[in-house]
């Protein structure tokens, strides 16, 4: 079965300084694996996706996220964060020979302090 | 620039209710999703559309159905509506949902059954 987790509820950290957003998966085939972010009162926007090749992924805003496969580990990072980062992000895995299905993390918010 | 929109942002309805949400995308994308969205459980599908008139069970469609009766259209439908159905529900869509394609979100309707 597919799962995903986002083991932190809430990251604090300053702006200008990195951050990272943690995210664990598991499937039994090979992943997607997909980064949505969503701001106060408006939809999930997608960030950026791994789908192969390059272990490291860039995406909207400055945003990237590293894939590690040894791991399962698929966290969010960015060097340096912008107050306007603050929002719910979530993580989330589809099997690439699974069907349908995208299963989405609970969801980690971020709290960037001016 | 890709839409998906949702026909109300909030709504209140009362127990025993039949409620209608209504999304509407703009991509000509197969297919489309209901999901709800409750803290700490992250998204959990409740029906997917991979076409006109088809359909397939997400994970908790328990109280729910859907029709999609035209390929822009997709609508979920509370038969009785229970208190336990107040929720934030958020429609998606995507290209075959097989692939690596991301989803497209729409704002979000805030139900509240009282």
Redesign the interface.
Same mark, same amino acid.
């Given at each position: 079965a597919q799962s995903?987790a986002q083991p932190e509820?809430q990251v604090n950290v300053a702006e200008g300084n990195p951050l990272t957003v943690k995210c664990t998966y598991s499937v039994s085939g090979n992943p %997607?694996l997909?980064w %949505?972010v969503q701001y106060p009162? /408006? @939809?999930?926007?997608?960030l950026l996706?791994y789908?192969t090749g390059d272990n490291l992924v860039k995406g909207s805003y400055g945003f990237e996220a590293e894939f590690n496969k040894s791991q399962t580990s698929f966290h969010l990072k960015k060097p340096s964060a912008l107050v306007s980062d603050s929002a719910l992000y +979530?993580c989330a895995v /589809?099997d690439k020979g699974g &069907? +349908?299905?995208?299963i +989405? &993390?609970? @969801?980690t918010r971020l709290f960037v302090k001016a | 620039d890709v839409k998906v929109t949702q026909s109300s942002r909030y709504l209140v309805k009362r127990t025993g209710e039949k409620v209608f949400l209504e999304c509407v995308q703009d991509m000509d994308h197969e297919n489309m999703f209901w999901y709800r969205q409750d803290p700490g459980l992250g998204l959990r599908l409740i029906y997917f559309s991979y076409d006109v008139k088809m359909k397939e069970k997400g994970d908790i469609p328990e109280g729910y159905s859907v029709s999609r009766e035209k390929k822009e259209r997709f609508s979920l439908i509370l038969e009785s509506a229970s208190t336990n159905q107040t929720s934030m529900y958020l429609c998606a869509s995507s290209r075959p949902a097989t692939s690596a394609y991301e989803q497209y979100f729409g704002p979000g309707t805030r139900l509240t059954v009282t």
């Open positions: 995903v509820d %997607y997909f %949505y009162n /408006r @939809g999930l926007q997608f996706k789908i +979530f /589809r &069907g +349908f299905k995208t +989405f &993390g609970a @969801g | -």
